[in-house]
């Protein structure tokens, strides 16, 4: 089981990350020279929140001033720059090995044992830590790796899941989807996998229905962790979590659920954002820091008798876009297309675009992968008549002639990847893009 420690002892723990941060941190220093002494939760009520701006502009290679000490025998990651530019963090090799642990103790609760072939399907590569952190991940769980990456053909990802059959699988949804619109379309017999173990992106009921349709029924679908890469992990999962629903690791991470509307700490069942503060890394602190999630405290214990907080997590925010003075939830965008999903060739992995083609025209366009596009092709107007119908805005945009809405199919694997992490962008609103350089 995971460590637990209480309020109290997770207080003691990040007073003590501030004192070191603001002796030893030119950053820091500076930033909380005024804030006095820290030793109650008041007092830690005063300390500004980090910005993911913050952590870019002040984190190594660009400035060592967030650093508390000089840079050897550490590690560097990325975040993989998916929300904005990339941001990178440095770790020890003892704040790494820490890293690992928690991680190894969520996939052996994920019930992941040595008997299991695991076939790790991350991008490896630019600094992104998922692929090479699996390798001493699983060698601390004792199952067998094969590292096969998500940066091969997926023909060849295939073959050697059909060569080996790995009993889980883990990588990204949009990694997963294509798996599956591939499965799906040669009629391939994977029964040998029995969990899929899923991170960096949200798993929609979509994408569960159309891995399902490929896995079989029975496949377990399992969230590998709730992380980010500048944090690390800040949630893990039991036999109890609902699948929006993760354990805090209280011995890791203190987390903080902020109302910043109304600027003060929620109650539990009140959602918030995120904000973190590791208790595990010295060398370079992250403290108070805004990580753009939405979460609400679960108010009662979880039935699995573990100690530690459970928290529900709620999107990220700005998972939205604003068309005609309303704001459009992606998961509206997720209900139109999931009658479609898995027929006809048609699979789960999409882009919307949303762009200003004059000063009173809008164009908007769905492009959808396909396996089969001709016979896609013949759910276009259903698709269309699907989105109208839930989303409004795009129904009367259209009838007034401000709006043109298009659905298109493309070839499985077209739509752009992050070369970093390999995540389809879903929504691409490039109003947003163009008004932040
Ligand atoms: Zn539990």
Known sequence: MMPAISREEQFQRAYRIVEVARQKSRYYGERY?????????????????????????????????????PV?????????GSSGFARYGVLTYDEWD????????ALKLMGITSTDLVANLFVAGSLWPSFFSLHEVLK??????????????????????????????LSLPTVFVFLADKIIQQKLNVSHVRMIGYAGEHMSENIRKHLRNAFGEDVQIRALAYTSADCGLMGYQCDQ?????????????????????EDRICDSGEPGEVVVTNLARVSFPIIRYRVGDLATWQTSPCLCGDR???????????????????????????????????????????????????????????????????????????????????????????????ITFEVHFV???ALPRSPITGKVKRLKDKRVEEAQP
Request: aromatic content about 8%; charged content about 30%.
């Open 33 to 69: 020279k005024d804030l006095g002494e820290i030793r109650t939760y008041e007092d830690w009520l005063r300390i500004p929140f980090m910005t993911h701006d913050a952590l870019y502009n002040h984190t190594y290679p660009r400035s060592l001033a967030m650093l508390t000490m």
């Open 72 to 80: 050897e025998g550490m590690v560097v990651t990325s975040t993989g």
């Open 98 to 105: 820490a890293f690992v642990r928690v991680q190894a103790e």
């Open 140 to 169: 601390e769980v004792g199952a067998v790796h094969l590292p096969i990456s998500a940066n091969i053909e997926i023909d060849r990802i295939l073959a050697y899941i059909l060569e080996f059959k790995p009993t889980v699988l």
């Open 241 to 261: 979590c609902d699948a929006k629903v993760y354990h805090v690791p209280t011995d890791f991470q203190f987390i903080e659920i902020y109302n910043f509307e």
């Open 308 to 402: 530690n907080p459970t928290l529900s997590l709620g999107g990220r925010a700005g998972d939205d876009f604003k068309l005609g003075g309303a704001f459009i939830s992606m998961s509206t965008v997720e209900k139109a297309i999931a009658p479609f999903v898995s027929r006809d060739g048609i699979s789960a992995n999409y882009q919307l675009e949303v762009e200003d083609i004059s000063e009173n025209k809008m164009r908007i366009v769905l492009r959808i992968e396909s396996s089969d596009i001709e016979n896609s092709k013949r759910r276009v107007k259903e698709i269309e008549e699907s989105m109208k119908h839930r989303i409004d805005e795009i129904k009367v945009g259209e009838d007034l002639g401000y």
């Open 411 to 413: 070839e499985l694997g």
